[in-house]
């Protein structure tokens, strides 16, 4: 499973981007998806979760009322919108294929994960 994730870059703040992640090699309507991020510094964190058939989300706290997760099965690609964005929102952000169908937000739930793409947002 190859997934290549794309849409990143820089806004101020306040801005939107949206970022995609599309799967190939596998298909992944089965299975949950995920994107985390990774600031300089920092762990690893869970940002959004979307079960397998798109009638489940999660969200971190952080990120709740700004974000948006979507998945369009027929495409294999799964989708965060993110609006209002904050100076601390910059980070690479990866997406991920879980091995369970419903969403979560453990990392050692996912098995296949995408080369990252960087958001960087300006005060």
């Known amino acids: 499973v190859q997934l290549q994730a794309s849409g990143g870059g820089l806004v101020q703040a306040g801005g939107s981007l949206r970022l995609s992640c599309a799967a190939s090699?596998?298909?992944?309507?089965?299975?949950?998806m995920g994107w985390f991020r990774q600031a300089p510094g920092k762990e690893r964190e869970f940002v959004a979760s979307?079960?397998?058939?798109?009638?489940?989300?999660k969200y971190a706290d952080s990120v709740k009322g700004r974000f948006t997760i979507s998945r369009d099965n027929a495409k294999n690609t799964v989708y965060l919108q993110m609006n209002s964005l904050k100076p601390e929102d910059t980070a690479v952000y990866y997406c991920?294929?879980?091995?369970?169908?419903?969403?979560?937000?453990?990392?050692?739930?996912?098995?296949?994960w995408g080369q990252g793409t960087q958001v960087t947002v300006s005060s």
């Open positions: 991920a294929v879980s091995r369970v169908q419903m969403t979560t937000a453990n990392q050692a739930l996912y098995d296949y």
């Open positions: 090699g596998r298909t992944l309507s089965s299975y949950a």
């Open positions: 979307i079960s397998w058939d798109g009638s489940s989300t």
